[in-house]
């Protein structure tokens, strides 16, 4: 067992294993094993597919997964950003926070290529491999990196650049990207289209995804995890460093409403048509819930991102009941019973550069514009990271971040399969990120098998005490024939955290996938690789317990995850002792050198120096004769950084800026 106290914690901001670098040949084999899948189904929609069936040009056939099932991807189709507080990293609303995404670039893989001479792009879009026209990439595009000429369709990283791929070849594409030495800046794409299942209306004809030998009124292929939600959980299992926001997908109550003739699936995959059978509009015998289609939807890895409506009166979160569901956004659950879709953004009546020609904008609505939202988000964050301390995020403390600091949505407290975790709150990830208000510290960290860790902290009372994790879990094995809500856990490495004070054990939050409208319990959670302890009302100043464990052998070994711990007193608070008594600190700013002199002897003094990000990166004692300590400032990078110094008489702090 490892026992730290908080300051270990905050020193353990960069503890992991391999799993943090790129594995570049495990990333070869994935991409072969897709290319080939791709390749094969190309000739099988031109020979099989084109000739028979009139789809429109958003559809592409993708081949079989290990199960049999045909995949057909098609696209997802100001108030966004004041919703989530995204403009207080733009205007500063951090002291020396101001970010726009300059010098970072977003990726999309969408249907089409992006109209790159539109205005609002300013000659930062570019695309790779893609074609086709650009209504939709093109607005998807400008939700993120839009100039905002015109101010309400200003993207959320404003002055980032975008590349874009066509979605039809998505694996080997983002394992080329991530593999590539020269870009390094490879760390958020997006990803607003998914597999038909259910209902899908193409020309006069009506196609219902789904077999009805498993079941005649819903389709198996909601919620069901498949080989190619395996391959997008292996890539992101490979490449730590790259964020994967996708769409939740519009399937909710889609349908015709009434008895048509349609196609279904027959037995061995292909087409067979029906007349006078009547089936529910897609997930109306589960009440709205179980809509999430494969192909990336279900996998555990990604930042699935559900949509709603814009908020009323300034458009700033108040209170839950202000999150209201758009009449589309698919709801959870995966047939396992995980919590999805993790988050949520405004996905109606989004204003975005338009596709039709350079200077014209357009309205548009679906989760393929709260997906880009969510992902321009997430590109702040990078940005705000790197300019902290140089690094970027993984993907499992973005997600950790994104889920730990949601506002609150829905009737009930906790998560649930409408919202996730909530709205995002951008200003509150990067509070949480920058530990602005000293309540927080965030950490990389690893156990290995038959491990745990533990770390004790001290809850201010001033706000519940919330503790996150989340890790990349290695890919699941798909179940090798299609089977209705099969509630097999699908987790590979199932971490557990929990908090406990005297006799006192709090759990995470965990959802029913069989009664899908019910609040969160806290209890164990065998099926989500994000876990999230909360209490409501801690005890101030008392000392609470967090531990991290695992249940089984880790696959690999070992297994690194993401820690974010809100509500805590922070190790930096002053005491009543006069800082201008006691501490000299010079010069400031500083480049090289900074020196501490204290003027009266302290016992037992003892210097500690954080960077924003709550590590730290100095300590040592005082010299007890000298009362004095040169510390070197040389290799650190610029930014703010506090001096912290403990004795027996108290705690002082100092600020310090780095040149």
């Not at 015998?285 to 699935?304: E, P, R």
């Not at 949505?409 to 208000?437: C, H, M, Q, R």
């Amino acid at each position: 067992m490892k026992k730290n106290i908080l300051f270990a914690a905050l020193a353990l901001g960069a503890i992991v294993n391999a799993q943090d670098k790129v594995n570049k040949e495990e990333l070869q084999k994935i991409a072969a094993e897709a290319q080939l899948k791709h390749d094969e189904a190309k000739v099988y929609e031109d020979t099989y597919i084109k000739p028979y069936h009139n789809f429109p040009e958003e559809v592409s056939y993708e081949g079989k997964t290990s199960n049999g099932i045909h995949e057909y991807l098609s696209i997802d189709s100001q108030t966004q950003i004041n919703s989530m507080n995204v403009d207080y990293l733009h205007d500063g609303g951090i002291p020396g926070v101001s970010v726009s995404g300059e010098g970072f670039k977003a990726y999309i893989w969408d249907g089409g290529a992006i109209r790159t001479t539109h205005q609002d792009f300013e000659g930062r879009a570019t695309n790779e491999q893609t074609s086709g026209s650009g209504s939709h990439s093109t607005p998807v595009a400008g939700v993120i990196v839009g100039a905002g000429l015109n101010p309400a369709a200003k993207g959320m990283a404003y002055q980032a650049n975008v590349v874009g791929y066509n979605y039809t070849n998505n694996i080997p594409e983002m394992i080329y990207e991530s593999n590539n030495p020269e870009n390094a800046n490879y760390l958020i794409s997006n990803h607003s289209y998914g597999s038909l299942a259910g209902w899908y209306y193409s020309g006069s004809t009506w196609y219902w995804y789904g077999y009805p030998n498993i079941s005649p009124t819903e389709s198996v292929l909601f919620g069901f995890y498949t080989s190619t939600d395996a391959a997008w959980d292996n890539l992101a299992y490979n490449a730590p460093q790259h964020t994967m926001f996708k769409s939740s997908g519009n399937n909710r109550n889609e349908g015709p409403g009434t008895t048509v003739d349609h196609y279904a699936y027959a037995p061995d995959g292909s087409w067979e048509f029906y007349t006078g059978v009547s089936r529910p509009n897609d997930c109306m015998t589960q009440g709205g819930y179980d809509c999430l289609s494969f192909s990336g939807s279900v996998a555990k890895n990604t930042i699935l991102v559900g949509a709603i409506n814009p908020l009323g009166g300034n458009n700033r979160y108040e209170d839950p009941s202000d999150v209201v569901a758009t009449s589309f956004t698919s709801y959870g659950p995966t047939d396992d019973g995980r919590i999805k879709p993790d988050v949520t953004a405004i996905g109606a009546v989004v204003i975005a550069a338009s596709g039709s020609s350079d200077t014209q904008y357009s309205g548009n609505s679906g989760t393929s514009f709260s997906s880009p939202a969510a992902a321009g988000v997430g590109l702040l964050l990078q940005q705000i990271k790197n300019e902290a301390d140089g690094g970027y995020l993984r993907s499992d403390m973005m997600k950790a971040l994104l889920t730990h600091t949601a506002f609150e949505s829905g009737s009930d407290l906790g998560p649930d399969y409408k919202f996730g975790f909530g709205l995002i709150n951008a200003f509150g990830a990067a509070e949480t990120l920058l530990n602005v208000n000293q309540n927080a510290f965030v950490s990389n960290l690893s156990i290995d098998n038959g491990g745990t860790y533990d770390v004790e902290v001290v809850a201010n009372g001033d706000e519940p005490l919330k503790v996150s994790i989340a890790w990349l879990d290695p890919a699941g094995s798909p179940l090798p024939e299609l089977t209705l809500n099969d509630r097999t856990p699908l987790l590979v490495n199932d971490l557990d955290v929990r908090v406990t004070n005297g006799g006192n054990t709090y759990y995470p939050w965990k959802l029913d996938p069989d009664n899908p409208s019910a609040a969160a319990t806290q209890e164990d959670n065998i099926v989500d690789n994000v876990e999230q302890v909360y209490i409501e009302s801690p005890v101030a100043g008392q000392t609470y317990t967090v531990t991290v464990s695992h249940k089984g052998t880790l696959t690999n070994g070992s297994q690194n995850f993401a820690l974010v711990v809100t509500g805590v007193e922070s190790p930096l608070a002053t005491t009543d002792l006069d800082l201008n008594e006691i501490m000299a600190i010079y010069p400031n700013p500083v480049v090289d050198q900074l020196n501490i002199q204290l003027s009266k002897q302290l016992n037992h003094a003892e210097v500690k120096v954080f960077n924003q990000m709550g590590q730290i990166v100095y300590g040592n004692k005082f010299d007890s004769l000298k009362n004095k300590e040169s510390i070197d400032f040389k290799s650190l990078p610029a930014g703010t950084y506090m001096v912290y110094i403990k004795s027996d008489e108290g705690v002082i702090t100092k600020k310090v800026i780095k040149k």
